[in-house]
């Protein structure tokens, strides 16, 4: 059975590798700024690890033997393998490249979300990006189990073990058909819409958008139909228009109307969100996600602060 050599050390290939392209150890000495006698000693060393000469050593300098010709190459190609191996590890953790995994609730249509995954896109464009839709208590155990980064939840449900950071709300809207009576008003309140039939769409907001339409028509002692679709929300948007029932929907899902169907802001109702991740989470690609995104929100808090003096 053969022996197991040992791997040389990174530094005897450099000195190795300075050594031939100057013919001289004095001159590689001088080139890398260490001393003769351990470029010396290192070659030395390297030699007796590989078991065969690599340089012919003459008064005049250095010249590689047939074996030291053959070595060139490979150490070339080691140290290239380590220098782009540092330079990818650097990238990645500088934030440049890497993966950013984001959990949603809804749809990315709201100012604030869209552009601040535009900020970071267009400074960080070597950063995969992965969107991950679902529920709320789904991506806070994928957020513990570092399967998601960073996820944008509504700012009402409970996070423990997690940081949360308020960052914008959306307006909740009613959307009907084109020819629905309630169809020629500007806003409605929740009293105007007893006695109608609901559907709400299979989104991670489903839970928080019925829990608020019963609780609010239960205050003015209405108990809400709501009909179960096994389908998505552009679907449900055909049942709306075909006059099937009303759908209550977050301002992000509002925009998807198309021809048939209204929407109408429901008075003085919003939902506020947030955004949830680990105290832990070390992914230096989502570090610079979560430093844009707080300077945005304190942006945003100066400019609302502004607009009330």
Known sequence: MARRRNFPELRHLRYFLESAKNGSFRKASNSIGIQESTISRCIRDLEDQLGVSLFQRTN??????????????????????????????????CGVEGLLRIGLVAPIASSFLKDLLGEFSTNHEGVQIELVEGDPTTHIKAIRDFDLDIAFITDTFPCCECDSM??????????????????????????????????????????????????????????????????????????????????????????????????RLISDEVIPFAAVWSPRNDNPAFRRFLSIAKARRSRKTELNASQDQ
């Open 60 to 93: 005049g300098g250095v010249r590689l033997t047939v074996a030291g010709e053959r070595f060139r190459g490979k150490a070339q190609a080691i140290l290239k393998q380590v220098d782009d191996g540092l330079s990818d590890v650097s990238l990645t953790g």
């Open 166 to 263: 308020p960052l914008w709300s959306e307006r909740i809207y009613t959307i009907l058909p084109q020819d629905h009576p309630l169809s020629n008003r500007a806003e409605l309140s929740w009293p105007d819409l007893t006695r109608e039939i609901f559907f709400i769409a299979e989104t991670g907001l489903r839970q928080e958008l019925h829990g608020l339409l019963t609780k609010r028509l239960a205050e003015v002692g209405y108990r809400p139909t709501v009909l179960a679709q096994n389908v998505g929300c552009d679907n449900l948007l055909t049942l709306v228009a075909i006059g099937r029932g009303i759908l209550l929907a977050t301002e992000s899902m509002a925009e998807r109307c198309s021809l048939g169907i209204v929407q």
